[in-house]
C-alpha cells in the first residue's frame, strides 16, 4: 500500500497562474480533506469530502476549489494563484463512522506564489 | 466555532527527561482529542488519542489527560529519546464528522 500520495512535491507559481494538486489513496478512504500548513498556524482545513461526488467547505476555501469524481483521488485547483497562497498542502484521508477516526497524511505539497 | 490553543510554541528538554504539551480548547463539545507528530519533510502522523468519556491514556511512553471540567488536555512523553524531535500537533472535534480543529503546534528538541 502506498497509502497517500501528493503530486507535485514542489511547484512555483507566478501571480495569477493556476494549478491542480492531485491527492491519491488507495485505502478505500470515504473522507479526504485538504489542509493548508503555516508557521505558527498547525494547519487550517480547505475544503473536504464525504464520498465520491461530494465536497463541502472548511474554514479557509476562498481562492480554491476541489473535485472528487473518483473516490480515491481529490483535486485542489488554484484558479488564480496569489502570494498568500504561498503554503505547505496536505491531504488526509480517512474512514467513516466514529471508530475509523485516523487521518492519514500525505507527504505534503510546497508551494510557492511569486 | 472551536479555537485550540497549544504551549509551549517550543521545548527542549534533555534526552531522557519528560516532556509536557498542553492544549485548550473552547468547545465543551468537543469530545475527541488526538495528538499527532510531524517529523521533518513529512505529514502529520496520529501517535495517541482520547475521547471525552476518559481521562487518561497511556500507550508505552507517551500519556494523555483529559480535563473535561477545565477543557485542556496534555501529552506526556516520558524518558524522552532523540527519535521525539518533531513537532507535535493537538486537535479537537466534536459531531459526527470528526472535522478537526488544530493547535498551532509544538516544535520539540531533545538535547543529547
Known amino acids: 500500500n502506498a497509502g497517500v500520495t501528493q503530486t507535485p512535491k514542489f511547484r512555483v507559481l507566478k501571480t495569477g497562474q493556476s494549478m491542480t494538486l492531485l491527492c491519491a489513496q488507495d485505502?478505500?478512504?470515504?473522507?479526504m480533506y485538504w489542509y493548508r500548513q503555516d508557521p505558527g498556524m498547525g494547519l487550517r482545513l480547505i475544503h473536504y469530502s464525504v464520498g465520491e461526488g461530494t465536497t463541502a467547505k472548511g474554514e479557509v476555501p476562498d481562492g480554491y476549489n476541489v473535485s472528487r469524481l473518483k473516490k480515491q483521488n481529490f483535486l485542489l485547483g488554484l484558479e488564480s494563484a496569489a502570494p498568500s497562497q504561498t503554503s505547505v498542502y496536505f491531504c488526509?484521508?480517512?474512514?467513516?463512522?466514529?471508530?475509523?477516526?485516523?487521518?492519514?497524511f500525505g507527504p505534503g505539497t510546497r508551494l510557492t506564489v511569486l | 466555532g472551536e479555537n485550540v490553543e497549544q504551549h509551549p510554541s517550543t521545548l527542549s528538554v534533555q534526552e531522557g527527561d519528560s516532556a509536557v504539551i498542553k492544549c485548550t480548547y473552547s468547545?465543551?463539545?468537543?469530545?475527541?482529542f488526538p495528538w499527532y507528530k510531524q517529523e521533518l519533510g513529512k505529514g502529520p502522523q496520529l501517535i495517541i488519542d482520547i475521547r471525552s468519556n476518559v481521562g487518561e491514556k497511556k500507550d508505552q511512553r507517551i500519556a494523555v489527560t483529559l480535563n473535561k471540567t477545565a477543557k485542556h488536555f496534555s501529552l506526556h512523553i516520558t524518558e524522552t529519546q532523540p527519535e521525539d524531535s518533531a513537532v507535535y500537533f493537538c486537535a479537537a472535534s466534536m459531531g459526527s464528522n470528526y472535522q478537526l480543529i488544530w493547535g498551532a503546534g509544538t516544535k520539540l528538541i531533545i538535547k543529547p
Open positions: 485505502m478505500n478512504h470515504e473522507y
Open positions: 488526509a484521508s480517512r474512514l467513516p463512522g466514529t471508530t475509523g477516526v485516523e487521518q492519514f
Open positions: 468547545d465543551s463539545a468537543s469530545n475527541y
